[in-house]
């Protein structure tokens, strides 16, 4: 691999332009031929459900020939960083934002003043309101755990003990999600809540919740997990108190050791809540939208569930992950 | 009057039952006097709550936060402070998950351990010999850590580990988990190297006061380099057994982790000002944590309520330990 100083100087020289474009009036991008750059916010490096965002976004980034920039705050979820971001990513104007807000009433000023600098702004994930956006991308969290709690339910006859073990308390998608299990249980007269109880998100102090609950009841069929990462401490507490197999356990997320645990019929369905897609169909919406086509206002992915059936079939990671059928998705919403 | 700006541990000490001087073991029983009244309050409200199951339960629930809270406690002890231990946790789980999941059980633990005491070592020396504010040396280092997991891990969470491994976090022994054990042999381990070894006694002569420490001819730095150092080293530890239990690790495992360890060498008795506390006490405080949460979920608080119960629980556990204990301190004739 030898690169002359000619064809070097004018691989700079472009770069050098693509740059000045970019930092252009946006929608003039592609129009000029140039490669639009796109921003892609997410709310940190930790957590592996914003690397399953990015992988998808640098998919579709890929596919669809523009430059792509992942903006994280370096302290997780911080809203005083994300704040500081957003205002530097308007000066430095690219052509559009996919943007996650790390809280979704804090940053609304700071998506004002990208509203005001005439950026593009596809929300994913989590929306907002009173901003101005192209369109909206995520799961509906509600819609996710009505539908994994009601395959549970039929799945248990319709009667039977089941354990309800919250996400952060605080967090407005926990509070979403239990409402989804509450709409499930309201359908179900056999079904009774024995306790309802915070795991935090996590699987250490889940599991812990979980030991000091199975210490009460000594009978529980089920567990509705509000995650993947909780549901996976719940069966391991159950294999460690010798309790495996009489506890059918459900999460959302679709993380791989989870559905690794349902492959292996220790753990009983999950949703998939993909960040990989999320991500992937961001992407495509904001750069359909810079080509001039026409975009939903709300594009929310279908539930699916993954169970002993499909576990075996679905990739672990994102990488492996097929994108999604932008047709199939849209024309679905 | 003049006798009460000495601490009471800066006296010369006469070792009595279990080694501990007479107001050293007033600290800890004025401690239990909390513990019992939350036992006793639980074993009336739940008939759950009192049974052999759920006590061992509770106790394997508060083993891991001992562990990070132990090392805590000696560095607390010298009038110190370690904030990079749940960092360091965080770090080491990472390093041992990824290297035993990747074949080698031995260097995964190995380099866990390494970090962990190597992370201790450098707030040390910044600490002892850079004259750095421990505050600051190690809240540097909550950083530092946070940083190098985050860069090792780049968003992965590993799962998935060895049975061998698990042993340690999951594991019993009879009817005992293995986690309980391990806090018992650490808890006597430093209970025994805190109040029977020069090393020990100079740690609470430190933080009853430096100066005296010094002019007495102690080695002040080298004992500071190792309390840190051992902080680092349980944190690591404690890692370990947090990554045996749960099978999986990310990098934000340790992040709320400082807290509920600091909460736990405070609620033991444990004086933030240093000289006063001990190992001893930091049990009894992550039992205390271990049990109001076990209380809450047998009893079915609603998830709002949780936090305020807790920190309400924290509160009266202190204010009935100042009240009570307080009474018998005095009756006793013991400096308070």
């Known amino acids: ?333 | 009057m003049t006798m009460q700006a000495v601490r009471p541990s800066a006296r010369p000490m006469k070792p009595d039952l279990l080694g501990l001087s007479p107001d050293r073991l007033f600290v800890v029983v004025s401690r239990l006097v909390a513990l019992t009244l939350i036992v006793v309050t639980l074993s009336i409200l739940s008939p759950y709550f009192l049974t052999w199951s759920n006590l061992i339960n509770v106790a394997r629930h508060a083993a891991p936060l001992f562990l990070l809270s132990a090392g805590l406690t000696l560095v607390v002890l010298t009038g110190g402070i370690d904030l990079s231990v749940g960092s360091v946790l965080g770090l080491a789980a990472c390093l041992a998950a990824s290297l035993i999941t990747g074949g080698s059980l031995v260097l995964g633990i190995a380099a866990a351990l390494g970090a962990g005491l190597a992370c201790g070592i450098i707030n040390g020396v910044l600490v002892a010999y850079a004259g750095v504010p421990s505050f600051i040396a190690t809240y540097g280092m909550l950083w530092i850590a946070n940083g190098l997991a985050y860069v090792f891990m780049q968003g992965e969470v590993i799962y998935g580990l060895p049975a061998e491994f698990r042993v340690i976090g999951a594991g019993f022994v009879g009817p005992i988990p293995v986690p309980v054990l391990i806090m018992v042999v650490t808890l006597i381990a430093l209970h025994v190297l805190s109040h029977r070894t020069p090393l020990g006694r100079g740690i609470y002569a430190i933080g009853g006061s430096p100066v005296a420490a010094r002019l007495s001819g102690m080695p002040v730095q080298r004992r500071l380099m190792f309390v840190y150092a051992v902080s680092g080293l349980m944190a690591s530890f404690a890692a370990l057994v947090v990554v045996a239990r749960t099978n999986a690790a990310d990098v934000s495992l340790g992040e709320e982790q400082l807290l509920p360890a600091l909460a736990a060498v405070c609620l033991g008795g444990t004086s933030l000002f240093g000289g006063v506390g001990g190992v001893a006490g930091t049990a009894v405080g992550a039992l205390i944590l271990a049990l109001v949460l076990n209380g809450m979920n047998l009893l079915g608080i609603g998830t709002f309520w949780q936090a305020g119960v807790l920190g309400f629980i924290i509160l009266a556990s202190v204010f009935a330990d100042q009240i009570v204990g307080g009474r018998i301190g005095r009756a006793g004739g013991t400096t308070q």
């Not at chain 1, 592609?30 to 998919?59: D, H, L, M, Y």
């Not at chain 1, 807000?101 to 907002?128: E, F, H, R, T, W």
């Not at chain 1, 997990?225 to 999460?251: C, F, P, W, Y």
Request: hydrophobic share 45%; glycine share 8%; with cysteine.
């Open chain 1, 1 to 333: 691999m030898k690169i002359s100083r000619r064809q070097f100087t004018a691989g700079t020289l472009a770069a050098g332009a693509a740059a000045a474009f970019g930092a252009l009036p946006s929608r003039s991008a592609f129009a000029q031929g140039s490669k639009p750059t796109i921003a892609f916010f997410v709310k940190n490096v930790t957590n592996p459900f914003w690397k399953a965002c990015r992988v998808g976004a640098e998919k579709a980034a890929k596919e669809l020939g523009v430059n792509m920039e992942v903006v994280a705050p370096t302290k997780p979820d911080n809203i005083e960083e994300q704040t500081r971001l957003v205002e530097d990513w308007i000066v430095k104007k690219p052509d559009a934002f996919a943007f996650v807000p790390v809280d979704y009433k804090a940053l609304v000023p700071s998506i004002q003043k990208a509203n005001q600098a005439g950026i593009p702004i596809v929300m994913y994930c989590n929306d907002m309101t009173d901003v101005d956006k192209v369109t909206f991308v995520g799961s509906d969290d509600e819609v996710f755990e009505y539908e994994i709690s009601k395959y549970l339910f039929n799945a248990m006859g319709g009667k039977g003990k089941v354990v309800h073990i919250d996400g952060v308390p605080a967090a407005f998608t926990a509070q979403l999600r239990k409402k989804g299990f509450e709409r499930a249980v309201k359908e179900f007269p056999g079904i009774e809540v024995l306790a309802s109880q915070p795991g935090q998100y996590r699987r250490l102090p889940a599991s812990q919740v979980f030991e000091n609950l199975m210490q009460r009841f000594p009978q529980i069929d089920a567990v509705v997990s509000a995650n993947d990462d909780m549901a996976v401490g719940i069966v391991e507490a159950l294999h460690a108190a010798g309790r495996s197999g009489q506890t059918k356990v459900v999460g959302i997320d679709g993380i791989p050791d989870a559905i690794q645990a349902i492959a292996d019929g220790k753990m009983f369905a999950t949703a998939d809540y993909s960040g990989h897609d999320q991500g992937y169909l961001a992407m495509q919406a904001a750069v359909r939208h810079l080509r001039g086509e026409k975009v939903p206002k709300q594009i929310l992915l279908p539930v699916i569930i993954i169970d002993k059936e499909n576990a075996g079939k679905v990739a672990r990671t994102p990488e492996e992950r097929s994108a999604p059928s932008w047709d199939k998705v849209v024309g679905k919403a």
